[in-house]
């Protein structure tokens, strides 16, 4: 009886070690490390985060400056981006979004909108990108491209 729990106990952490092979860590999957930048998009269709996001960026830039980041905005969203916009202690907005465009951040701007909200094109901060839908450039941004999403 002793020898066949013996035996029992033995195939039973033989059978576990042999599982646990399975189990090995590999450098291939989503957790390995990567040389590749992470990319990030910020949805902004609220103005009122804009400075919040943009602090959010620049923090982000500091701590991996090889980041690749990319603003979409929509709906009320866009509203930073035009000429003359300011926050609510009329700081302007543009001041901010130059800095981070030199560092290689990419804004882009939902054209629905513009139609939508009857804003003319021209308005739009230079160097900001009129994308046709700012949903489906987002859409695009993750499933498409490999973004991970972050919404301020």
Do not use: W
């Not at 990567?34 to 982000?60: C, E, F, L, R, W």
């Not at 139609?115 to 094109?121: F, H, T, Y």
């Amino acid at each position: 009886m002793l020898a066949s729990i013996k035996r029992l106990a033995f195939v039973s952490v033989l059978a576990g070690l042999i599982g646990m092979g399975g189990c090995a860590t590999t450098t291939e999957g989503p957790s390995a490390k990567s040389t590749d930048p992470i990319k990030t998009v910020y949805h902004i269709n609220d103005s009122t985060v804009a400075g919040v996001a943009m602090n959010n960026i620049k923090n982000q830039l500091s701590a991996d400056p090889t980041g690749k980041i990319t603003v979409v905005a929509h709906g009320k969203g866009v509203d930073f981006m035009l000429d003359g916009a300011v926050d609510k202690n009329g700081n302007p907005y543009n001041i901010a979004v130059e800095e981070l465009m030199a560092k290689g951040v990419d804004f882009r701007v939902c054209n629905n909108t513009l139609v939508s909200r009857k804003i003319d094109p021209k308005t739009v901060l230079p160097g900001a990108k009129i994308v046709p839908s700012g949903v489906a450039e987002l859409a695009k941004l993750q499933s498409s491209e490999g973004y991970v999403y972050i919404k301020p």
